[in-house]
């Protein structure tokens, strides 16, 4: 076995962490939930959110027979929304080309749904033991550092690169029984020793080896993104109040927010009054406006404007992505995070 790979065996061991709920298992199915969450969400966030999802379904059978309106609300806060509905998406798929069976290698774990090469090399060394390379952004960090590549990791060139010192350091002897135990040690040193801030380097068993740390180049590494500001959008969300009741649309998908439950939206520059008769068929007076929300998401910032509206005449009919419901069972249902925000702020304010 390489130096590299038996060290950090060896010192995941003796300090990494081994109590975390999806540790302790070869099921697929847990472990595959797992990765999925914590792709760009921290433990901390997602211990809870996993947990309530693996008790609601406990099984790929399970998850896909629930409807996606069920699976987005448990996943409702934690962000990336796409995530969850690639899941939901994934059960079907397994329930109805093999019967359930979750599939065996990475290679065919990767043609799934919302998997990348990275998610499905740790399901696959987590469940079968396969011998195959990880490279999130913990690990592209640990790297980087080690071997002091310079250039930002995401670049196609640099990223082939720690692809290639990836599958270079995995364990050769008695791989299917260390991969496990490899595969969390990369994930443990990243994400409690090699930080992207104050990295505890004399607590490294990778310090003596380490050319950042000998070039004293730590801090610099991994090389950072090149930074674009992000461009800024404004948006009016309506609250339209009809007696003890608001109104939601569900998001179409895919999309921002696909398939959650949203206040209805409208351009900036258009009257609010004039929106509602024209593209909603609702008679509505202006209350009153919330203050503004701001909300970032990768590629922008989003600010939004809450107006509260009174409805006087509304043809009420029913539809499958129009809903009218009180707050408090808004606050059940899949939503995102800024519409749970001017939901409570109208209930804690009295403005409602």
Same mark, same amino acid.
């Given at each position: 076995?390489?130096?590299?790979?038996?060290?950090?065996?060896?010192?995941? %061991?003796?300090?990494?962490?081994?109590?975390?709920?999806?540790?302790?298992?070869?099921?697929?199915?847990?472990?595959?939930?797992?990765?999925?969450?914590?792709?760009?969400?921290?433990?901390?966030?997602?211990?809870?959110?996993?947990?309530?999802?693996?008790?609601?379904?406990?099984?790929?059978?399970?998850?896909?027979?629930?409807?996606?309106? *069920?699976?987005?609300?448990?996943?409702?806060?934690?962000?990336?929304?796409?995530?969850?509905?690639?899941?939901?998406?994934? !059960?079907?798929?397994?329930?109805?080309?093999?019967?359930?069976?979750?599939?065996?290698? !990475?290679?065919?774990? !990767?043609?799934?749904?919302?998997?990348?090469?990275?998610?499905?090399?740790?399901?696959?060394?987590?469940?079968?033991?396969?011998?195959?390379?990880?490279?999130?952004?913990?690990?592209?960090?640990?790297?980087?550092?080690?071997?002091?590549? $310079?250039?930002?990791?995401?670049?196609?060139?640099?990223?082939?690169?720690?692809?290639?010192?990836?599958?270079?350091?995995?364990?050769?002897?008695?791989?299917?029984?260390?991969?496990?135990?490899?595969?969390?040690?990369?994930?443990?040193?990243?994400?409690?020793?090699?930080?992207?801030?104050?990295?505890?380097?004399?607590?490294?068993?990778?310090?003596?080896?380490?050319?950042?740390?000998?070039?004293?180049?730590?801090?610099?590494?991994? $090389?950072?993104?090149?930074?674009?500001?992000?461009?800024?959008?404004?948006?009016?969300?309506?609250?339209?109040?009809?007696?003890?009741?608001?109104?939601?649309?569900?998001?179409?998908?895919?999309?921002?927010?696909?398939?959650?439950?949203?206040?209805?939206?409208?351009?900036?520059?258009?009257?609010?009054? *004039?929106?509602?008769?024209?593209?909603?068929?609702?008679?509505?007076?202006?209350?009153?406006?919330?203050?503004?929300?701001?909300?970032?998401? *990768?590629?922008?910032? +989003?600010?939004?404007?809450?107006?509260?509206?009174?409805?006087?005449?509304?043809?009420?009919?029913?539809?499958? $992505?129009?809903?009218? +419901?009180?707050?408090?069972? !808004?606050?059940?249902?899949?939503?995102?995070?800024?519409?749970? %925000?001017?939901?409570?702020?109208?209930?804690?304010?009295?403005?409602?």
């Amino acid at each position: 076995m390489s130096t590299f790979a038996n060290t950090l065996i060896e010192w995941q %061991k003796q300090h990494g962490r081994h109590s975390l709920p999806w540790q302790g298992t070869n099921d697929p199915y847990a472990i595959w939930v797992a990765e999925v969450m914590l792709q760009q969400t921290q433990v901390m966030t997602v211990i809870p959110y996993y947990q309530r999802f693996l008790e609601a379904f406990p099984d790929i059978e399970c998850l896909a027979e629930a409807s996606l309106n *069920t699976v987005l609300t448990l996943w409702s806060g934690l962000g990336y929304y796409s995530r969850g509905r690639n899941l939901h998406k994934a !059960a079907c798929l397994i329930m109805e080309r093999s019967q359930g069976r979750f599939p065996q290698h !990475a290679a065919e774990i !990767a043609q799934l749904p919302g998997i990348g090469r990275s998610t499905a090399a740790a399901i696959a060394a987590f469940a079968y033991g396969e011998r195959c390379a990880i490279l999130d952004g913990n690990v592209k960090r640990v790297f980087t550092r080690y071997f002091g590549i $310079t250039g930002y990791p995401g670049e196609k060139k640099t990223e082939a690169l720690l692809w290639q010192k990836a599958e270079g350091l995995l364990p050769q002897e008695n791989a299917q029984q260390q991969m496990a135990t490899y595969t969390q040690a990369l994930m443990d040193l990243g994400a409690i020793v090699c930080t992207r801030h104050q990295p505890k380097c004399l607590n490294c068993p990778l310090q003596p080896d380490c050319i950042a740390f000998a070039e004293n180049r730590v801090a610099s590494l991994p $090389t950072s993104k090149p930074r674009k500001p992000l461009p800024s959008k404004e948006t009016t969300f309506l609250i339209l109040r009809n007696q003890d009741e608001i109104l939601l649309e569900q998001r179409s998908s895919p999309g921002i927010w696909g398939g959650l439950w949203c206040l209805p939206e409208k351009p900036i520059d258009i009257n609010s009054q *004039t929106y509602c008769k024209q593209c909603m068929g609702i008679e509505s007076v202006t209350i009153s406006s919330l203050p503004p929300l701001n909300h970032t998401f *990768t590629h922008f910032k +989003l600010r939004i404007h809450p107006q509260l509206l009174q409805v006087i005449n509304y043809p009420r009919k029913k539809t499958a $992505t129009k809903i009218w +419901l009180t707050i408090d069972r !808004a606050l059940q249902l899949a939503i995102p995070v800024p519409v749970r %925000k001017i939901l409570l702020e109208l209930t804690s304010s009295n403005r409602f």
